[in-house]
């Protein structure tokens, strides 16, 4: 079976392995994009990679993928996981199983971080697992597409 991933990351993720390296490691987005295509290679697999500073511009992204056949998504919505009720009404509205994933773990943070508005919507979360969430992520929709 053929298959369609679109990796989803929010706002300042664009930033990652130049700023705060002590919270979320040295690796960039680009890195971690890498890794997952390389992770791929010679499977029927199609990976989409989205970044958006931009709260709309991530639910656009996500009303894209309305209907399309063999979807599955990963995101880590960053700092909007603690505010986003419309990234998460796009969620539900697409239907699209999706893991939630954050490099760092969110619930040995501050208190304000504990909260996600996709944790319970989510087929699960992955947190505090650094840029090997995004990949442990991809495996288990691989797995599920076998
Ligand atoms: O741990 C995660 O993956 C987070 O989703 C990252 C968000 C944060 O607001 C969430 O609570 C947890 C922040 C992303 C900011 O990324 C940066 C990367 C490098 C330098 C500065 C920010």
């Given at each position: 079976m053929s298959v369609n991933i679109a990796i989803l990351n929010g706002p300042n993720l664009n930033l990652l392995g130049k700023r705060e390296p002590e919270i979320y490691?040295?690796?960039s987005l680009n890195d971690i994009e890498k890794n997952l295509i390389d992770s791929i290679s010679g499977k029927d697999i199609t990976l989409d990679f989205f970044q958006s500073n931009k709260e709309y511009e991530l639910v656009d992204k996500i009303q894209a993928?309305?209907?399309?056949?063999d979807q599955f998504i990963i995101i880590n919505?960053?700092?909007?996981?603690?505010?986003?009720v419309a990234i998460r009404d796009a969620l539900l509205a697409t239907k699209i199983p999706f893991i939630e994933v954050h490099?760092?773990?969110?619930?040995?943070?501050?208190?304000?971080?504990?909260?996600?508005?996709?944790a319970d919507i989510a087929m699960g979360t992955i947190s505090?697992?650094?840029?090997n969430g995004y990949l442990l992520a991809l495996n288990h929709f691989v797995s599920l597409s076998k």
């Open positions: 490691g040295s690796t993928l309305i209907n399309k056949e919505p960053a700092a909007f996981t603690h505010t986003s490099l760092s773990n969110i619930h040995a943070r501050e208190e304000f971080r504990k909260t996600s508005y996709f505090g697992l650094g840029a």
